[in-house]
C-alpha cells in the first residue's frame, strides 16, 4: 500500500513562498501520476495541479498558474513550489498518486487517484 506524507505547510505572509513535499514511504513514486490538492473552510476539495509519472507533463488550476509549479525527482517526492502567495491560498493541502506510469496526461479530477496523504496546513496572512 503506498503511502504519502506532505510536508511543508506553514504561516506565509502575502507574496510569500513556500515548497510543499510529498514523500512516498515504503515505496517509490516511480510510475505514478500525483496530484495536488486542496481544500480551503468551509469549500470543497479542489485540484490544484498535477504531474505525469515520468515528469513531461503538468496541469494547473487556473487560479495558480504563473505562480505555482509541480515538479519531481521520480524517485520517492513531488514538489510543490507556491510563490506571490496570496489569502485565498489558504487551505490544507493534499498530494494524491496513481498507478499510470504510461500516460501522456495527468487529471485534476479527485476520483482519479487512489491513494492520498494527510495534508498539510498552509496559511497566508499578515
Known amino acids: 500500500q503506498l503511502q504519502l506524507v506532505e510536508s511543508g505547510g506553514g504561516l506565509v505572509q502575502p507574496g510569500g513562498t513556500l515548497r510543499l513535499s510529498c514523500a512516498a514511504s515504503?515505496?517509490?513514486?516511480?510510475?505514478?501520476?500525483v496530484g495536488w490538492f486542496r481544500q480551503a473552510p468551509g469549500k470543497e476539495r479542489e485540484g490544484v495541479s498535477c504531474?505525469?509519472?515520468?515528469?513531461?507533463?503538468t496541469n494547473y488550476v487556473d487560479s495558480v498558474k504563473d505562480r505555482f509549479t509541480v515538479s519531481r525527482d521520480n524517485a520517492k517526492t513531488v514538489y510543490l513550489q507556491m510563490n506571490s502567495l496570496k489569502p485565498e491560498d489558504t487551505a490544507v493541502y493534499y498530494c494524491a498518486a496513481d498507478w499510470r506510469p504510461y500516460r501522456l496526461s495527468c487529471t485534476l479530477s479527485q476520483g482519479s487517484y487512489k491513494f492520498w496523504g494527510q495534508g498539510t496546513q498552509v496559511t497566508v496572512s499578515s
Open positions: 504531474i505525469t509519472a515520468r515528469g513531461s507533463v
Open positions: 515504503r515505496f517509490t513514486l516511480e510510475g505514478y501520476a
